[in-house]
Nanobody, 117 residues
Framework: QVQLVESGGGLAQPGGSLTLSCVPSKSILRIYTITTGWYRQAPGKQRELVATITNGVTKNYADSVKGRFTVSKGSGENLVTLQMNSLQPEDTAVYYC?????????WGQGIQVTVSS
């Protein structure tokens, strides 16, 4: 069973930055992944798309993060990264790494991002 492991979360001040990374437990997933990216779930809300990248080129962002967040195909062991700038309190959520490979959806366990002064 392939697992996705997120890192880079934590506490940031409003206007600050964080970078999330996602590493698959089996490197072969990097070969078969078509779409990868990030979703998030805030308390009391449904999980929502943050940003995805398909075939390493086509990017899709939620309107709420456009111009602030950048999703990139990972290098080395990383499958995908999410650079988050100009963080706002409403960005506080658990962030989940996602990958679609060979018709199977893979999810990470999630990592907390808290934006607070």
């Amino acid at each position: 069973q392939v697992q996705l492991v997120e890192s880079g979360g934590g506490l940031a001040q409003p206007g600050g930055s964080l970078t999330l990374s996602c590493v698959p437990s089996k490197s072969i997933l990097r070969i078969y992944t078509i779409t990868t990216g990030w979703y998030r779930q805030a308390p009391g809300k449904q999980r929502e798309l943050v940003a995805t990248i398909t075939n390493g080129v086509t990017k899709n962002y939620a309107d709420s993060v456009k111009g602030r967040f950048t999703v990139s195909k990972g290098s080395g062991e990383n499958l995908v990264t999410l650079q988050m700038n100009s963080l706002q309190p409403e960005d506080t959520a658990v962030y989940y790494c996602y990958a679609l490979a060979r018709g199977v959806n893979y999810w990470g366990q999630g990592i907390q991002v808290t934006v607070s002064s």
